[in-house]
């Protein structure tokens, strides 16, 4: 709810009888009636200042956009309020007192007034007809630079700059009337969280009496309160779609504070004297308080709490009812996590459709209220069009996809799943389940069904999660994990995310299920939360949490990309950011990053860095490859045994490491010590132990590499392989182990 609080001035010289009485909370006249939660009669502006406003300050401290508000008639007391004077400081300059109480708080203003429609800049005189802007960071704003300000001295000094240039005029009835909404926007960054401070004069309405240019300028005034109404009034009315923002200056620069994500409070002065414009003042009060807005904290990572105050809120914007409607649904953690960063990332696009449309706009030369117009409408037209398009990605979102499941290779252990060790020349599919992932280890196979993860395979290490060390033949539920979105095998062990925590399980003896210890487990143990992605190589592990990549177990080589060699039974930070593909292998891993460029680390003897060359130590645990780079952009990486595939945005895959079995795709058995392209390309690529895939678009697969057991389901019992087409089509996923392969397909 908006923060309503109303001031009543005493009586002023001319005023010559009280027709409102205040009783506690109750205004009252001679037949109207008003109760609200703060009335004050108290002339220091002090006092007021700290009963209502100084914790909202301190909330903008803590990085929630507020807005302090002085609305009224005119001679109510709004600029007495807001300025005050030297004996008695107004609610802005206590506001700057506690603004810089804080030495680590870093600090910028703007100071403009909104006069005829046109804002201008009052620190700057040649800063004039000033832009309204959608900015990322600070929502509705100003094409105007930030004045850093470094103490509360400088910040009063250009204040009183400011001052000098508003407009004041002489009224009928005030002889230092303001003529202009002025906005004092203090821009906070505080450590991570940052917000903006704003304290609005509101210009007074007062009656029209004779026409001339004085009249022109309260017209203005009027109709930009008359706006400011309005907008109160729908956002009251239930069933109202459009709030007319852009019908002032005014109203579409406050626009985060009317019904967003501010803090709003709103401070109604009134005169005891005026029978009429304080009644009015008080309806709009009135009406204001049932106003809400949805405060966040801005900059930093949203607390439980603030999530859970979020998932409650039945006030949300268009943007959150979509995120509240998801998690309702959905309810679990996981998926409310990744719902909110859906939703940020819409924001910024929003922003940067409508920066882009102004800029066109603006080149145009439209009249104004035309330009308006067109704004509105095209806003709309994106909003319906950026609803339509969260729609369909929260379907695709919301039904998990289950497709059938084609396996083959090597049938030794059951890890094929057909209840016997046969070997499969050919993609056989596994009846009676559908499935929407799988991942083949060595000896087994994963795969999730309905959230639920089934294994089957050799158990030896624990490796199914069955409680159990048993070889099992048949597709087996994992009891007591559900709600599974990912899952991974290694060569011995397994990790899956459920209800959006990581479980590990199987074979420890490197540490790779990251709970501090070698020991192998047979059931699955949580060892971390809100977990985003998951891999796992031979005998290391990763995983993805707040947009940042930790590695575990094996890293006697760095092939974990940790510079502490050995063994780490803990997940350690990899030192790099902006991630976009990880992938582990043997003995050693690669990561890509948003920026299309590659990173290796671990053994680079057989050249499965891309970087050895012969005066090199023979493991490095971070190296960057010359190849990826901004006009070479690689977008996905793949590890197997000793060899490395990266796939550029281009769809051209490369491939380097150990040649035998002609694993790199090449007609070459060689070892290839830098990256070099196949004669196909893909749109994805996968890597198993020496045998390898690239999808095509339409959902083809070709395969290369080692067929000793089959693996690359040709049919035939060719040793090793350059890349050839398979005989299935609309493959979803794949995933290589080391003796067999597995591919959903969908009908
Ligand atoms: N709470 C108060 N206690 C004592 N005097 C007050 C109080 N509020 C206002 N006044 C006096 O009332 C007069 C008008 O106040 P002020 O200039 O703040 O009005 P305003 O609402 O900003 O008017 P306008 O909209 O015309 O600019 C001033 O002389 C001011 O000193």
Request: charged share 20%.
């Amino acid at each position: 709810m908006l923060q309503v609080c109303i001031r009543v001035r005493p009586l002023l010289k001319h005023e010559k009888n009280a027709q409102w009485f205040v009783n506690k909370n109750n205004i009252n006249s001679s037949n109207k009636s008003f109760t609200f939660d703060q009335v004050e009669c108290e002339t220091r502006t002090q006092t007021l200042y700290n009963k209502i406003a100084k914790q909202n300050v301190k909330k903008a401290l803590n990085g929630y956009h507020t807005t302090i508000m002085c609305y009224g008639q005119t001679t109510s007391g709004k600029t007495f309020t807001t300025l005050g004077t030297h004996d008695n400081p107004g609610i802005l300059p206590c506001a700057l007192r506690d603004v810089f109480l804080d030495d680590n708080v870093k600090c910028s203003i703007q100071y403009v007034q909104i006069y005829n429609e046109v804002i201008d800049d009052l620190l700057d005189p040649k800063c004039t007809s000033l832009q309204i802007i959608n900015d990322q960071k600070w929502g509705t704003s100003l094409q105007l630079k930030q004045t850093p300000v470094k103490s509360f001295d400088q910040a009063i000094q250009l204040l009183n700059e400011g001052e000098e240039r508003r407009i004041y005029r002489e009224t009928q009835i005030h002889d230092k009337s303001s003529r202009s909404h002025t906005i004092f926007r203090i821009f906070i960054e505080n450590g991570s969280r940052y917000s903006c401070l704003n304290i609005v004069d509101l210009a007074g309405s007062e009656r029209v009496s004779s026409e001339n240019d004085i009249n022109h300028e309260t017209g203005y005034i009027n109709k930009s309160l008359l706006a400011l109404t309005n907008v109160i009034n729908q956002l009251t009315e239930q069933k109202q779609q459009h709030i007319s923002y852009r019908d002032s200056k005014l109203t579409r620069l406050l626009q985060n504070s009317l019904g967003g994500n501010s803090i709003t409070v709103l401070i109604c002065c009134i005169s005891p004297g005026n029978n009429t414009q304080t009644l009015s003042t008080l309806q709009f009060a009135q009406r204001a308080k049932i106003v809400k807005n949805t405060p966040i904290i801005n900059g930093e990572k949203q607390t439980q709490e603030l999530q859970d105050q979020q998932f409650q809120s039945s006030s949300y914007s268009n943007f959150n009812i979509f995120t509240y409607a998801q998690c309702q649904k959905q309810s679990n953690k996981n998926s409310f996590q990744a719902f909110i960063k859906l939703e940020q990332k819409y924001q910024k696009k929003y922003c940067e459709l409508l920066q882009q449309y102004y800029k066109e706009l603006n080149k145009l030369q439209i009249n104004e209220q035309d330009l308006q117009d067109v704004i509105s409408i095209l806003e709309r037209n994106i909003l319906t069009q950026l609803e339509e398009m969260k729609q369909s990605i929260s379907d695709t979102n919301n039904e998990e996809q289950q497709y059938k499941l084609l396996i083959w290779g090597s049938g030794q252990d059951g890890r094929l799943g057909f209840g016997d060790e046969k070997t499969c020349k050919i993609p056989t599919e596994i009846s009676n389940y559908k499935f929407s992932q799988v991942s083949c280890g060595f000896h087994h196979t994963l795969a999730i069904c309905n959230g639920c993860i089934y294994a089957w395979g050799r158990g030896q290490k624990g490796q199914l999660g069955l409680g159990n060390f048993e070889t099992i033949l048949s597709p087996t539920k994992i009891d007591n994990l559900k709600n599974a979105t990912q899952i991974a095998c290694g060569w011995q062990h397994s990790l899956a995310i459920c209800d959006g925590n990581l479980y590990s399980w199987g074979c420890g003896d490197d540490g790779q299920l990251g709970n501090g210890d070698c020991q192998s487990i047979n059931q699955p143990i949580a060892i971390q939360e809100d977990v985003e992605y998951i891999y796992a190589g031979h005998s290391q592990s990763g995983f993805m949490k707040e947009g940042m990549l930790y590695t575990f177990g094996n890293n006697q080589d760095g092939r974990c990309m940790i510079d502490s060699l050995g063994i780490l039974t803990e997940p350690e930070q990899v030192p790099l950011n902006d991630i976009k593909s990880v992938s582990l292998g043997v003995s050693h891993m690669g990561v890509v990053t948003n920026d299309g460029c590659v990173y290796m680390a671990g053994t680079s003897i057989d050249g499965q860095l891309g970087t050895f060359s012969i005066d090199d130590e023979v493991a490095t645990w971070f190296t960057q490859l010359d190849k990826f780079n901004s006009s070479n952009r690689a977008q996905q990486i793949q590890c197997g045994d000793s060899f490395t595939l990266v796939l550029n945005t281009k769809g051209i895959i490369y491939a380097f490491g150990k040649g035998s079995f002609k694993r790199l795709g090449l007609s070459t058995t060689d070892n290839i010590y830098e990256p070099t392209p196949l004669p196909i390309q893909g749109d994805m690529i996968y890597a198993g132990c020496r045998h390898a895939c690239s999808i095509t678009k339409n959902g083809q697969a070709y395969m290369w590499g080692f067929n000793f057991h089959n693996q690359l389901g040709l049919g035939q019992d060719d040793l090793d392989q350059e890349p050839i087409l398979l005989k299935i089509t609309n493959i979803k996923q794949m995933s290589l182990g080391y003796f067999h392969s597995a591919a959903l397909v969908s009908n």
